[in-house]
């Protein structure tokens, strides 16, 4: 009776091992049915401009620009252009025009006032200048220098990232790079993204990092409202996917936030009868081999000496005994390792308490061997690119970035980018005078550390 007893037990828990396997990945198939599978390129979008005000027009020529051309202490002149004679108004220094993605002209006087210019005004070469002739009109206007405002690069050049910690939470970061062109910068008040599932967030021109959490996987259509110093907005629509992570890993997820009243306490064995049910198969082979890693954390807890058996994990972990200090990058290019790889084998290190991190300087995070303090103070770790930027600036106090720009031989929005690191780490003052930029050098309040990269 006693024999027949326990063989009973084991085939309730062989049919229990069975319906345990096959109830998880059916719900993770039936979760997956809101993932899109014809979703749109990010690449695909579109742009409009409006007034920023409702309802508003934009004047032809308002009261600014009228007393700029009656303005009798402005340098006049008559000149010939094209054939035709025209007057000629020399605006202050610095007043530059800005053409707008529609093909409109405004001019930014070195005031900061702006004006549109009509519909059907031209920019054209006089001499050893710049000239805007005004549509219409027998005037034109000197101005120092011409710029295109890049708008429409706004999103085209952006960085999508998505990162997926928990069960329907996809966290979406966007990276607006277009911020670190000055020309950009200076022309545009704020910005907003309406993410395409009803919510819609404001930002300042000093956020270049948007981010946003979607419950739902499947195709999203975001909207982006860039305001400008002109009265403008400027709409650009795309269509970004949020992506679904895959049965195997949404199984996980689900088994992992609803773990309590599934998980066999019993014994292990009953899992493991589980995955030889599925080993049979070819298909059950290769979900299995998947999702057993995923399964560990539900029944077992790692120990620290069974962390280091990962080869490349240990590898990290000497390297970071080896080099306590060392930054993200730093381990990234030492030990050749992808960006997912090395952030899954330090965030097991760290969870299991073998290695601590934190922030160090601006952008970077150093990790050290738990049994290791922390120095004091934080570093700021400079690139040799901005050290050089720096020691230019201590020998030519008062320099201005277009001519740190030529003397490093660089484009001014990489000098532009590195010139705002330096002074949110308080070593530099920045001092706008008109449109220029000037810069001096200040004692570190912090320690500086050797070149980052």
């Known amino acids: 009776m006693t024999c027949y007893k326990s063989k009973m037990v084991k085939r309730y828990f062989i049919i229990l091992s069975i319906f345990i396997a096959v109830f998880l990945f059916n719900v993770s198939g039936i979760l997956a049915s809101d993932s899109s599978g014809n979703a749109l390129s990010v690449a695909e979008s579109s742009y409009s401009i409006s007034s920023a005000s409702e309802g508003s027009q934009v004047m032809e020529f308002d009261e600014l620009y009228s007393s ?8 006049t002149d008559t000149i010939v252009i094209n054939g035709d004679t025209k007057n000629m108004i020399e605006l202050p220094e610095d007043s530059i025009a800005v053409r707008l993605p529609d093909e409109r002209i405004a001019i930014k006087y070195s005031d900061g006032n702006t004006s549109i210019l009509p519909k059907g005004s031209t920019v054209l070469d006089y001499e050893d200048g710049i000239v805007v002739s005004i549509f219409a009109q027998d005037t034109v206007l000197k101005v120092s220098e011409v710029v295109v405002l890049p708008i429409k ?3 085209a050049t952006a960085t999508f990232d998505q990162s997926i910690d928990e069960l329907d939470t996809y966290k979406i970061k966007i990276v607006f790079n277009e911020l670190n062109n000055p020309v950009l910068y200076d022309n545009i008040v704020d910005y907003s993204v309406d993410w395409g599932d009803g919510s819609i967030e404001n930002y300042n021109i000093d956020e270049a990092t948007a981010t946003h959490i979607y419950k739902k996987s499947g195709t999203y259509g975001l909207t982006v409202n860039i305001t400008d110093d002109f009265g403008f907005t400027h709409s650009i629509k795309q269509n970004y996917k949020v992506n679904y ?18 998980a066999v306490t019993t014994s292990t064995s009953v899992s493991v009868l589980a995955l030889c049910f599925f080993a049979f198969t070819e298909t059950g082979k290769y979900k299995l081999l998947a999702l057993l890693p995923l399964l560990i954390p539900m029944y077992t807890r790692i120990q620290k000496e069974d962390v280091l058996d990962q080869f490349v994990r240990g590898q990290i972990y000497g390297y970071i005994r080896t080099n306590p200090g060392v930054h993200y990058n730093q381990i990234r290019r030492g030990m050749d390792v992808k960006n997912g790889t090395l952030s899954y084998h330090l965030s097991v290190l760290e969870k299991t308490e073998l290695i601590k991190s934190r922030r160090e300087g601006l952008r970077y995070r150093a990790f050290y061997p738990t049994g290791m303090k922390f120095p004091k103070e934080q570093r700021f770790r400079l690139t040799e690119f901005q050290i050089s930027i720096l020691n230019i600036i201590k020998e030519n106090e008062g320099i201005t970035q277009k001519e740190i720009a030529m003397k490093l031989g660089k484009k001014p929005q990489t000098i532009n980018y590195n010139i705002k690191v330096l002074a949110q780490a308080d070593i530099i003052e920045v001092i706008k005078k008109g449109r ?6 200040k004692e570190p309040s912090e320690q500086l550390d050797a070149p980052a990269e």
């Not at 700029?68 to 340098?75: A, F, H, K, S, Y």
């Not at 992570?245 to 599934?262: C, F, Q």
């Not at 220029?436 to 050098?441: E, G, H, L, R």
């Open 245 to 262: 992570e895959g049965h195997l890993v949404h199984g996980y997820l689900w088994v992992k936030e609803n773990k309590e009243p599934v």
């Open 153 to 155: 690069n706004f999103t």
């Open 436 to 441: 220029k930029t000037v810069c001096y050098y």
């Open 68 to 75: 700029i051309v009656n303005n009798e202490d402005l340098r």
